[in-house]
């Protein structure tokens, strides 16, 4: 079995594990359980505070005492256990401490399965950059996969899509062990050299010395923020259309309504019936942008580098934002579409390229720990941040007193917010890119 395709199934649980509950959460929260909006917010946080110092931790342990590989695996049949546990939780405050400790052992894992992944790539001596996005790819298909299997199984409100996840989560686990070994690497510095930094495990943390890592983290957590934005309200949004007198009447399709429906209805009419009854299938759209993306990657790299692909994602996700600002289940549909799409350039020009980056611009033996440093900037305090802004200023200015929400208000305003990220990392990011090299600017097989 080829080293390709034993981490493209690794990829494809990763994301699977995740895309059983992140999007549909919330129908399982407002329309199961019968919650209350303000702590279902704190859930949604529950993935930034971990972020802030898990991954951070977890790459210090990789890569000074556990292999990442053996680490990764422990995280996961761990997760497992949690996830297992969530059908049994009765109280929302219950349930984001549950939440909380699921994503303390889920988040670790996306930045340890970039650094297994790299260190098995280069243990092959293949080029990073060209043979990543192709793998990565099918965790974007594992997340859609999820997402079809959930919904088509009408999982989207009941506590099945917690069941799938935990079964995902325990075969991963278990598979993590017959990864290629990605033993700890700190050890290979000299001990008289070992700063206070080295000692306590924070080495990664010197990037930050380096003015244009310390001006792209910054911007990395700005962007986290806007992610952020996307996962809490993106479904909800689809959701609160089944509210609204043209779209109340709209049933749920199963396999057989949906062929006769084939038959019956226009296609614009069963268009509209699935934004508005299965929206979870209308947001896949976005993981399907990505696998066309993410192949693009390479090619965008080398010939740009990484300031304009950057920025490219900032104004992606403005026209994002944009687009939902004006789109519906009607005569709108194709902006909400079209936004979907965009999310894929939005999201892999800001992730996974980010990703390649720090590994081009970091030492080996901090690979776990720099890779755990860029997620907890992003998912970390650009999640938390993103959460805890946004619902200030929702309920501030964009809700109702009868609880309504003004979508169109609410989009624009982070329409507007990523326009002046963008602008502003396109001044204050200095970087010179010479076209055939990595995002680091080093040649494609160095490590920058």
Same mark, same amino acid.
């Given at each position: 079995?080829?080293?390709?395709?034993?981490?493209?199934?690794?990829?494809? !649980?990763?994301?699977?594990?995740?895309?059983?509950?992140?999007?549909?959460?919330?129908?399982?929260? =407002?329309?199961?359980?019968?919650?209350?909006?303000?702590?279902?917010?704190?859930? #949604?946080?529950?993935?930034?505070?971990?972020?802030?110092?898990?991954? @951070?931790?977890?790459?210090?342990?990789?890569?000074?005492?556990?292999?990442?590989?053996?680490?990764?695996?422990?995280?996961?049949?761990?997760?497992?256990?949690?996830?297992?546990?969530?059908?049994?939780?009765?109280?929302?405050?219950?349930? &984001?401490?549950?939440?909380?400790? +699921?994503?303390? =052992?889920?988040?670790?894992?996306?930045?340890?399965?970039?650094?297994?992944?790299? +260190?098995?790539?280069?243990?092959?001596?293949?080029?990073?950059?060209?043979?990543?996005?192709?793998?990565?790819?099918? $965790?974007?298909?594992?997340?859609?996969?999820?997402?079809?299997?959930?919904?088509?199984?009408?999982?989207?409100?009941?506590? $099945?899509?917690?069941?799938?996840?935990?079964?995902?989560?325990?075969?991963?686990?278990?598979?993590?062990?017959?990864?290629?070994?990605?033993?700890?690497?700190?050890?290979?510095?000299?001990?008289?050299?070992?700063?206070?930094?080295?000692? !306590?495990? !924070?080495?990664?943390?010197? !990037? &930050?010395?380096?003015?244009?890592?310390?001006?792209?983290?910054?911007?990395?957590?700005?962007?986290?923020?806007? %992610?952020?934005?996307?996962?809490?309200?993106?479904?909800?949004?689809?959701?609160?259309?089944?509210?609204?007198?043209?779209?109340?009447?709209?049933?749920?399709?199963?396999?057989?309504?949906?062929? *006769?429906? %084939?038959?019956?209805?226009?296609?614009?009419? %069963?268009?509209?019936?699935?934004?508005?009854?299965?929206?979870?299938?209308?947001?896949?759209?976005?993981?399907?942008?990505?696998?066309?993306?993410?192949?693009?990657?390479?090619?965008?790299?080398?010939?740009?580098?990484?300031?304009?692909?950057?920025?490219?994602?900032? *104004?992606?996700?403005?026209?994002?934002?944009?687009?939902?600002?004006?789109? +519906?289940?009607?005569? $709108?549909?194709?902006?909400?579409?079209?936004?979907?799409?965009?999310?894929?350039?939005?999201?892999? #020009? &800001?992730?996974?390229?980010?990703?390649?980056?720090?590994?081009?611009?970091?030492?080996?033996?901090?690979?776990?720990?720099?890779?755990?440093?860029?997620?907890?900037?992003? +998912?970390?305090?650009?999640?938390?941040?993103?959460?805890?802004? @946004?619902?200030?200023?929702?309920?501030? =200015?964009?809700?109702?007193?009868?609880?309504?929400?003004?979508?169109?208000?609410?989009?624009? @305003?982070?329409?507007?917010?990523?326009?002046?990220?963008?602008?502003? &990392? %396109?001044?204050?990011?200095?970087?010179?890119?010479?076209?055939?090299?990595?995002?680091?600017?080093?040649?494609?097989?160095?490590?920058?």
């Amino acid at each position: 079995m080829s080293i390709k395709f034993r981490l493209v199934v690794m990829n494809f !649980l990763q994301f699977f594990v995740w895309g059983s509950w992140l999007i549909t959460i919330g129908a399982y929260w =407002f329309q199961n359980k019968h919650w209350g909006g303000a702590q279902f917010g704190a859930i #949604f946080s529950t993935m930034g505070i971990a972020s802030l110092f898990m991954p @951070s931790i977890a790459g210090v342990i990789a890569d000074k005492y556990v292999n990442a590989e053996k680490l990764y695996g422990l995280f996961h049949i761990a997760g497992a256990v949690v996830l297992f546990c969530v059908p049994l939780v009765t109280a929302p405050g219950t349930m &984001f401490w549950v939440m909380l400790v +699921n994503m303390m =052992f889920y988040m670790p894992t996306i930045s340890l399965s970039i650094a297994v992944g790299y +260190n098995a790539l280069k243990r092959e001596q293949l080029d990073v950059v060209t043979s990543f996005p192709p793998i990565r790819v099918w $965790g974007t298909i594992g997340f859609i996969a999820a997402l079809w299997t959930v919904s088509l199984l009408h999982l989207e409100t009941t506590s $099945g899509q917690f069941y799938v996840a935990s079964a995902a989560s325990l075969a991963l686990g278990l598979y993590a062990f017959t990864l290629p070994p990605c033993p700890p690497k700190l050890d290979h510095l000299a001990a008289s050299s070992r700063s206070m930094l080295d000692t !306590l495990g !924070l080495t990664s943390f010197k !990037l &930050f010395r380096n003015a244009k890592m310390a001006v792209f983290f910054v911007f990395a957590m700005l962007l986290g923020a806007a %992610l952020q934005l996307t996962n809490a309200y993106g479904d909800t949004f689809l959701h609160d259309f089944a509210t609204l007198a043209p779209y109340k009447d709209m049933a749920p399709l199963d396999w057989n309504t949906f062929f *006769a429906s %084939l038959s019956e209805h226009s296609f614009s009419e %069963l268009a509209t019936r699935l934004a508005v009854a299965h929206p979870a299938i209308i947001m896949s759209i976005s993981q399907v942008s990505e696998t066309l993306f993410i192949l693009a990657i390479p090619f965008f790299l080398k010939r740009f580098g990484i300031k304009t692909v950057m920025f490219i994602s900032m *104004a992606a996700w403005a026209l994002r934002f944009g687009l939902f600002a004006y789109g +519906n289940p009607g005569s $709108g549909l194709w902006m909400i579409v079209l936004s979907c799409i965009v999310y894929g350039m939005a999201f892999d #020009f &800001f992730n996974i390229s980010g990703s390649l980056f720090v590994e081009s611009q970091s030492d080996p033996a901090i690979r776990a720990s720099a890779q755990g440093l860029f997620m907890m900037m992003t +998912n970390g305090f650009g999640a938390v941040l993103g959460s805890s802004i @946004s619902g200030v200023v929702i309920e501030a =200015f964009f809700t109702a007193p009868d609880g309504a929400k003004d979508w169109h208000g609410i989009w624009i @305003s982070f329409a507007a917010y990523s326009a002046v990220v963008a602008i502003a &990392f %396109l001044v204050l990011f200095r970087h010179k890119h010479v076209p055939g090299r990595d995002p680091g600017g080093s040649m494609a097989h160095g490590t920058g």
